[in-house]
């Protein structure tokens, strides 16, 4: 029925098959042992080269040399290794060696190259070297979001005024991991992020104006109070609840009275945030409304409200008690799993 | 002795159907390692990409920033008392910003939670949660006072499904990692888990690799030495593990069809598992089931449906060493697999769920399901066959070289791709004795899995739903060095 042709082709491509995958395994086994050996021994000298340079008060050009002559792969390990324990003048002397030993013109090269990987690469060894270049700015434009994201984490350390709004206009990036990127690193920028980020939610809306709102959240000053009492207006639920988070953050009285009326909003995750950026100003004059809240068709905003009444203390402890007593089944389940809590719950 | 006749028309049956039998077994495997290749050739190319991603990566920003994606572990236990506090001190120091762990006690009747209440300076507390799926009663709340991040729930007995529901009512981070209380997770595995959230947000689940830690050195919960086992059962299931992981999953998470993600370890975003409903209680497949409703909810409300997959190590976990105890594993599996399937019956071949219904469920129904039908079927008919001489002994080798020596040949390549990636297993017993494993693997280890699976089928269409216990030799005595 079948070809004893048929048959030995077969037989003779799987025997192939076999010798192949036994020759590459046993054989990349062989090369692994001596390459990792190699590589151990290189790290180890290349190391001891580099601790001797940033030690010594002035760069011996012999060290340089030897340390020079190592392959790159080493060269990379060992500085991307220290780079991330050192800090100030080490650094800086780190930059110089490596500078030296044309290191950075190499990471340069690869931020320049075609590959994703070799960009991904050349970024990644100019970031933790702190090099400030105007190549890794350019690279927060890189169509690839790994390489993106790693000159946004460059860019927290740099935070000159151009690289801020380029960051800003980042918000919206469509890739996670830039967005994420992005807004870490504006917020480790700190107070010179403020104010740019009050005009860039004046002028926005949608996607990047959430994020910015987030942002102005972590960063709580008390600047963002027009935009926060702006954006509660919006007719997007999440831009108002992000407004609500701000608001609370921000916590002064006028922030308070907007929250106040949020607290009827139509959307339950709107009424929630208010709430609990009452209870976390404790604002107890907004005690009666969030008693309220109380009886909501919502449970996380009744559950919101009760927390906020027990964040307010005497008062709102008073009207939570007041609630188990009352006709709502509801509210006075919450309020009795919120006076159970222990003093040191959130 | 049965009448001539009788014996002749038997005879003339078997001559007109054996023969198409064979052709059909043999196109079948010939299509289905076909198939392997390609995933295996997709698993190459994802490999290598995922390498290039993660070579001289710090994770350092994912680390300190208060942006990062928060992670409750839910871990449930019944009668664990012996190995309750290993596990959780291992679990207590993952490197992950904000832990949350919460064990639930599935209603255990030894002294599981006395012994987490004594070690872990547990105290009495309430909470304010949601019930939004329906769970046997919670007996207590407990909060350690030395361990911000450790919540211990004891709850009546109902299972794991159960208990991981229980889990996600307390559970207060955005995304929740189910595991099994055994299962040994790398240090770092949680950073890992984490990356396809953060480069995606139409991820809604991940899973990552699983390996096997019988022969390997434990300490304190982490396994510190690699090494292949020299037990024969377990050492054909580390091929097993390497193959179903390594090319399997990574090869369809390329082409967007993983929809299995590992009960021992696996991370969910919480909104939408409540969304969906949480775990079943009626299946032996709830990981599976909650994986394809997950993926069925996406196309039909839409939301993140995207199931990733990490191929880094990120967790262990001990498999059995007895042919009865992996057999009732196995026909469990197999039966979970046929329950999800036929649940979700409404997805085959149906447009409304795209690539999942026009081709990743059917893949399932016919590779994975079916298997073991057509495998046993093909084998009977090959040995009938060439007793009554309808084929020759030429069509009978090839068929076994095709239906079992590709199957070695891409055992052997999956052994290669672990080379070139994450090359755990280094010394060269452990490759000499890996290697034997991948030949020996389909000389009578894959005939008795297809067994396995034939009564898990058999099970499955009588509809018996039982667990069968899990014998585990336990970390303890996997080193000497363990304390």
């Known amino acids: 029925m079948i070809k004893e042709g048929i048959l030995d082709v077969v037989m003779a491509a799987e025997v192939g098959l076999l010798v192949v995958s036994v020759f590459l395994y046993f ?34 050009p012999e060290n340089v040399h030897a340390l020079g002559r190592l392959p790159h792969g080493v060269q990379i390990a060992v500085f991307l290794e220290i780079s991330q324990n050192i800090t ?8 110089f060696i490596a500078g030296e030993i044309r290191l950075l013109d190499r990471a340069m090269g690869y931020c320049r190259s075609r590959s994703w990987s070799r960009r991904l690469r050349g970024t990644r060894l100019l970031a933790r ?11 927060l434009a890189d169509p690839h979001p790994a390489v993106r994201a790693q000159a946004a984490e460059w860019a927290a350390a740099h935070p000159t005024v151009p690289v801020v709004a380029e960051m800003l206009d980042m918000l919206a990036d469509p890739a996670t991991l830039a967005r994420f990127a992005v807004q870490d690193a504006l917020l480790r920028m700190g107070p010179i992020v403020v104010d740019p980020l009050v005009r860039f939610l004046e002028t926005h809306s949608g996607k990047p104006a959430e994020s910015g709102l987030r942002l102005a959240e972590a960063l709580a000053g008390p600047t963002f109070l027009p935009a926060g009492i702006s954006f509660a207006s919006s007719e997007d639920p999440a831009l108002r609840t992000s407004a609500a988070n701000l608001l609370g953050a921000i916590g002064n009285m006028s922030a308070a009275s907007r929250l106040i009326e949020m607290l009827s909003d139509s959307h339950s995750d709107v009424r929630a945030s208010a709430a609990s950026g009452l209870g976390r100003m404790r604002h107890w004059q907004a005690a009666s409304d969030l008693a309220k809240g109380l009886c909501d068709s ?42 159970d809590l222990p003093a040191t719950a959130g | 002795m049965m009448p001539p006749e009788i014996m002749d028309t038997i005879g003339t049956v078997a001559h007109a159907v054996l023969p198409t039998v064979d052709v059909l077994a043999l196109v079948y495997f010939l299509v289905v390692n076909s198939w392997y290749l390609v995933l295996l050739a997709s698993a190459a190319i994802e490999m290598r990409r995922h390498i290039l991603l993660i070579t001289d990566e710090s994770r350092h920003l994912l680390l300190s920033s208060t942006l990062s994606p928060t992670i409750s572990i839910l871990a449930p236990a019944y009668n664990e008392e012996a190995t309750i506090e290993a596990s959780l001190r291992a679990l207590l120091a993952l490197q992950y910003p904000r832990l949350e762990v919460i064990v639930i006690s599935d209603g255990s009747k030894d002294t599981t939670v006395q012994v987490l209440i004594d070690r872990f300076d ?22 350690s006072v030395t361990h911000p991040g450790l919540v211990v729930v004891d709850k009546e007995n109902g299972g794991k499904a159960d208990a991981l529901n229980v889990g996600l009512s307390f559970a207060r981070n955005e995304l929740v990692c189910a595991m099994d209380a055994d299962t040994l997770i790398e240090g770092d595995g949680l950073q890992r888990m984490v990356r396809p959230f953060l480069h995606s947000p ?35 299931q580390v091929v097993e593990y390497l193959r179903a992981f390594l090319f399997g ?73 007895s042919l009865r105890v992996l057999g009732r594993q196995r026909d469990r599996w197999h039966r979970g697999l046929a329950d999800v399937l036929w649940r979700h019956r409404g997805m085959f071949m149906n447009r409304r769920y795209g690539a999942t219904g026009l081709f990743v469920f059917p893949c399932y129904v016919i590779i994975d399901l079916l298997s073991p039908v057509i495998e046993a079927a093909g084998l009977v008919a090959i040995v009938l066959s060439l007793v009554l001489g309808v084929v ?18 891409l055992s052997a390549f999956t052994l290669i791709l672990e080379d070139l990636s994450f090359h755990r297993y280094t010394t060269f017993r452990d490759r000499a004795l890996l290697f034997c494993w991948a030949l020996l693997e389909n000389l009578g280890y894959r005939q008795l899995t297809v067994v396995w699976r034939l009564r898990g089928l058999w099970k499955f269409l009588r509809g018996r739903k039982e667990w069968g216990a899990m014998e585990r030799k336990g970390f303890v005595h996997l080193s000497a060095a363990e304390k």
């Not at chain 2, 880094?312 to 498999?319: C, F, I, K, L, R």
């Open chain 2, 249 to 321: 999953r990574l090869g369809w998470n390329r082409l967007g069809g993983n929809l299995i993600i590992s009960g021992a370890f696996g991370l969910f975003r919480r909104e939408s598992v409540l969304s969906a409903g949480g775990y079943l209680h009626d299946t032996v497949g709830e990981d599976m089931e909650l994986v394809l409703r997950l993926k069925r909810l996406s196309y039909e409300q839409g939301g993140p449906g995207r199931i990733a997959f990490v191929p880094d190590p990120v967790a262990w976990t001990e498999v059995p060493e």
């Open chain 2, 392 to 409: 020759d002994s030429t069509f009978a080798v090839l068929f076994l070289l095709t239906a079992y020596g590709l199957g070695t040949a």
């Open chain 2, 122 to 143: 547990l105290v009495p507390v309430k909470r304010i949660y949601q019930q939004r799926i329906k769970t046997k009663p919670v007996r207590g709340l407990y909060r």
């Open chain 1, 129 to 139: 070297m702190d090099v400030s270049d105007p190549l890794v700015e350019q690279l």
């Open chain 1, 88 to 95: 100030g003048t080490g650094k800086e002397k780190l930059r």
């Open chain 2, 202 to 236: 139409d991820v809604v689940a991940t899973g990552g690799t699983i390996r096997v830690v019988n022969g390997s050195e434990v300490r304190f919960g982490r396994v510190v030495t690699t090494r292949v086992p020299s037990h024969t059962l377990a050492g054909l």
């Open chain 1, 298 to 339: 919502a449970w996380a905003v009744r559950r919101d409200s009760a927390l906020a009444l027990r964040a307010l203390g005497a008062p709102g402890v008073l009207l939570l008690r007041r609630a188990l007593k009352g006709s709502d089944a509801f509210a006075a389940d919450m309020a009795r799993q919120t006076l």
């Open chain 1, 27 to 60: 054989a990349h086994g062989v090369w692994l042992f001596f390459h990792q050996r190699r590589r151990e021994r290189l790290i180890g000298e290349a190391r001891k080269q580099l601790a001797r340079l940033l030690t010594r008060s002035t760069v011996s």
